[in-house]
């Protein structure tokens, strides 16, 4: 297997990171990755729980290179972290939560250390990673409730960033500082926030910034040219809450569609242009498109999409097998797809067919809306009738008004029962709606704050 450098980054002097402290060079980076590398226990496996997105970097960075693999869960509950033990016995912890309890995770684990001052640090030359390394396994909800792995190897995550640094203008140009709101444990923040920061010469921050005056700081500390990879719920509470922000470069959007009208709100304000990257877990991002002015995804050189017995699989480029899509897709000439939303959100009410992210795109944009969601609750054993629930943020609106605002848009059987107004839904760091909150929201003990 051919070997691909660690970074793409190659003046000693270069810039690969911002932290608090201010620059980090290469130099200094490399000679901090050489000593965590040094500190590692011996077990292959390496959960990195790391808040600060560099003293992530660094951990990922010190597992390549010392050939053990990086775990990534979907979340770090108990039940969680006693399944990935059970998937790697040999697993430690590596952590900067320097005030956390140690009992909390049932595991070796290894506080990141205080690190030589960078004069000290001797020049290493940049690590060449066998192309067919496992670097990584990030793992999804599986059906039965147990997270499902999926490997990355070194040589498909190159690929893909470079594709991705390229379709977005962020290869082999001035270099970009990246500014992140999802963590980096998410498909998303490690692609785009870590790897593509590594492989397209650019900086990445060590902010996790999650609320709007959090982001205007992170952004304002790091100098121009900035970019900013967010998510939906992120940008629309950033362009509500009317703060100030720098000079942004580009804006970057996953984890869920983004409407064409906060698009264009962004792009105004930012004077910006705005791209929305598409993926998964399971295929990495594999399409892109400017929201403003198309509605069509564009894919990045060299992955197909295929029409097989009714389903649409991914394949090339990066993609080592071809993988099956879990969403709606319309393929279209010029490598080129419309999306129609998930599979799992498909509902057939009365023999009528909608998907659950139409309806949310429907509720989201209703004027004195704030956020909102429809939700399909579990069949009811007792009667097998299942209705469509939808939950809302909307301090100025009562059912009366939100449902009559519905009814101009959708058909009378999808309009929701119960309708749940709340004042706030209980989103995760990347903006997205675990189905047991939203189960919880509507059981017996939920908030009941308004219910129509």
């Given amino acids: 297997m051919p070997l691909l450098p660690l970074v793409s980054h190659v003046s000693p002097d270069s810039i690969v990171a911002w932290r608090a402290e201010g620059a980090v060079t290469l130099n200094q980076f490399l000679g901090e990755v050489d000593h965590l590398a040094a500190l590692l226990p011996a077990g292959s496996h390496l959960l990195n729980m790391c808040d600060d997105r560099y003293r992530f970097s ?70 060449q990673i066998d192309s067919g390394q496992r670097i990584a396994v990030l793992f999804t909800s599986g059906s039965t409730g147990r997270p499902q792995p999926h490997e990355k190897t070194w040589g498909a995550m190159v690929e893909s960033m470079q594709a991705e640094a390229s379709r977005l203008g962020l290869l082999h140009s001035t270099p970009c500082n990246i500014v992140g709101t999802m963590p980096p444990q998410h498909m998303y923040g490690f692609e785009f926030t870590v790897l593509l920061a590594w492989q397209s010469g650019n900086a990445l921050s060590h902010a996790h910034p999650f609320y709007p005056a959090d982001i205007c700081l992170a952004l304002s500390a790091v100098p121009a040219p900035r970019v900013l990879a967010s998510t939906p719920i ?52 594999i399409a892109t498109r400017r929201t403003t002015q198309t509605a069509a995804w564009h894919l990045l050189p060299g992955i197909r999409l295929v029409v097989e017995n009714d389903c649409v699989r991914a394949s090339g480029g990066h993609i080592a097998s071809a993988i099956t899509m879990n969403d709606v897709i319309e393929l279209l000439p010029g490598e080129r797809f419309l999306l129609h939303g998930r599979l799992a959100d498909l509902v057939n009410i009365a023999g009528k067919r909608n998907s659950l992210a139409n309806l949310n795109h429907i509720l989201t944009t209703i004027p004195g809306v704030e956020d909102g969601v429809f939700f399909m609750p579990d069949e009811d054993e007792a009667n097998r009738i299942t209705r469509l629930a939808a939950c809302v943020v909307a301090p100025r609106m009562d059912a009366p008004r939100l449902l009559a605002a519905l009814r101009q848009h959708i058909d009378p059987v999808f309009l929701p029962r119960p309708l749940l107004f709340v004042d706030k839904l209980p989103r995760n760091s990347t903006g997205k709606l675990p189905r047991a909150e939203l189960q919880a929201l509507f059981g017996p003990h939920g908030p009941g704050r308004r219910k129509a």
């Fill in 234 to 285: 992120h940008l629309r509470a950033m362009q509500e809450s009317e703060l100030a922000l720098p000079e942004i470069a580009c804006i970057v959007s996953a984890t869920a569609p983004l409407s064409s009208k906060l698009a264009q709100d962004i792009e105004s304000r930012c004077q910006a242009p705005l791209m929305e990257v598409y993926g998964s877990t399971e295929t990495g991002v």
């Fill in 58 to 127: 660094v951990g990922l960075a010190a597992a390549i290179v010392s050939g053990k693999v990086t775990l990534l869960p979907p979340a770090h509950t108990p039940e969680v972290l006693r399944q990935i033990k059970d998937y790697a016995p040999d697993v430690f912890c590596l952590t900067d939560n320097q005030a956390g309890d140690p009992s909390a995770v049932d595991m070796p684990l290894l506080r990141y250390p205080a690190m030589p001052l960078a004069p000290a640090l001797p020049h290493s030359a940049i690590p």
